[in-house]
């Protein structure tokens, strides 16, 4: 196949992508803090009184850590000014609160299911969701200390470096790829929990998914043009 003067290189910057990743991530955040705040009762890391709070923070922070920050240290070399060392340390701190923020996120749908009891019948990691999400945050802290070894720790060798770089792009996109896949099941959970079928809160969550996918998108496009 004939290729372009430009040797098939996409004749774009990637800054508008991540423009628009910006606005879809703002987008469902806002939605989401409505979905927790105004519709279900606000957000908690104790059952207390109200175990729905647990099931909401679940939500809050898969949302705010293995979603948006972890597309915003994949964008973060295409958007932090300075030194690329500087770009490197914005990276890995804000993989480390993707994997944070991911494992408070666990310890709230763990604690809703043990002190909840609103769910008796259902047992703990039954569905494809928590499935995919476990296997995501396992994968996560993986890429997490072999990046952190290769990249960051002086010791490591350039050569073993280069060799690792596509590797490391690889793993982390299917990472972040996963990570939107499981936020589309769980907002399926969410939906089969509250037993949502039409409204406002229903259309809202909808509309949750359609932002984050396409946040998403736009995360990936980011990496793909210059
Ligand atoms: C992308 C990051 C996410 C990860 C890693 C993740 C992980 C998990 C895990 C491991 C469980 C199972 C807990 C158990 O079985 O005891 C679970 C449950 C649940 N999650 Fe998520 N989750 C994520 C995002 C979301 C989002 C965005 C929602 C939407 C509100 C959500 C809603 C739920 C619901 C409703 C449950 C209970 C039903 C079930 O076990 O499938 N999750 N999650």
Redesign the pocket.
Known sequence: MARSENGGRYRMSATPAIVMAEIFAVAAITLMLVSVLHFEGGISLKAANNSVRL?NA??LF??F???ISTGQAIMAFKMVPGTKKARKIVHMLLNLLGIFL?AL??VA??RF?KESGWTPN?P????L??WT??G??GLYVIQFFLGFTFFLFPGAKKNMRTDMKPWHVFLGLTIFIL?IF??GT??I??F??LQLLRGREAFMLNFIGIDIVLFGISVVLSVILS
């Not at 703990?124 to 569905?127: G, I, L, P, R």
């Open positions: 099931f679940h939500f898969m949302l850590g293995p979603i991911g996120g666990l749908i763990f299911y259902v703990n990691v039954h569905s969701h928590s999400g476990l995501l945050i990570a499981t936020s769980g907002l959970q969410r089969r929990f």
